[in-house]
C-alpha cells in the first residue's frame, strides 16, 4: 500500500531523479516553459512550487536554499528580482500543465509545463466578416486573383492621372 507515500520515482536511482529534477527546473525557471513526459510534469510541479514559494520570502538565507537546489547563479537572480515578484499575490499553484498528446518513439504521454504568470499570446478576435473575407480570399483561385490586382493597378494609374488635371482646372478657376 502508498498511503502518505509523496513523489514519484519514475524507474529510476535517487540522485538520478534528484539531478534530473534539478536540471528539469533550472530550465523551467530559464525558458518559463518546458516539454516533458506527464509524469514528470506532474512530478515538476511540486519541485517548482516549493522554489517559488522559497523565492517569495526573500531573505537571504530563502536565497542561499534556492542556489544549494539550482546551482546557478543566474536562474536564482531571475527568480528572486522577476518571478518571484510577479507570483507575489498567488497562494501557491504556480504552474500549468497542458496535455499534447503522445511521443512517436514510444508513445509517452507528452505535456507542456510553463509558469503561470507566462501569458499566451492572445491573438485579435475578428469579426465574421473579416474571417469570411479571409476564407474567400483563400478559396479564389490565383488566376482570378491576378486579373483582380491587374484591375486594381489599372484603376490607381487612372486615379492618378486623373487627380492632377483635377488639381490643374481647381488652380485655373481660382484665377
Not at 17 to 25: A, D, K, S, V
Not at 43 to 67: S, V
Request: aromatic share 4%; glycine share 6%; hydrophobic share 30%.
Amino acid at each position: 500500500m502508498r498511503h502518505r507515500v509523496a513523489g514519484r520515482k519514475l524507474s529510476r536511482h535517487t540522485k538520478h531523479r534528484e539531478l534530473m529534477f534539478r536540471n528539469m527546473l533550472v530550465s523551467l525557471l530559464q525558458h518559463e516553459r518546458i516539454r516533458t513526459t506527464l509524469a514528470k510534469g506532474k512530478e515538476l510541479r511540486t519541485w517548482a512550487d516549493k522554489i517559488i514559494t522559497l523565492a517569495k520570502k526573500g531573505t537571504l538565507h530563502a536565497r542561499r536554499q534556492a542556489f544549494a537546489r539550482l546551482r546557478n547563479e543566474t536562474i536564482v537572480k531571475k527568480l528572486f528580482e522577476e518571478i518571484a515578484p510577479k507570483m507575489k499575490e498567488r497562494e501557491g499553484g504556480y504552474t500549468r500543465i497542458y496535455k499534447m498528446g503522445w511521443r512517436q518513439g514510444d508513445g509517452a504521454p507528452l505535456s507542456l509545463v510553463e509558469l503561470v504568470s507566462r501569458s499566451p499570446v492572445e491573438e485579435k478576435k475578428k469579426s465574421t466578416v473579416e474571417k469570411a473575407k479571409e476564407v474567400i480570399g483563400k478559396v479564389v483561385p490565383k488566376k482570378k486573383e491576378k486579373a483582380k490586382e491587374k484591375v486594381k493597378e489599372k484603376t490607381v494609374k487612372k486615379e492618378e492621372k486623373e487627380a492632377p488635371k483635377e488639381k490643374k482646372e481647381k488652380v485655373k478657376k481660382k484665377s
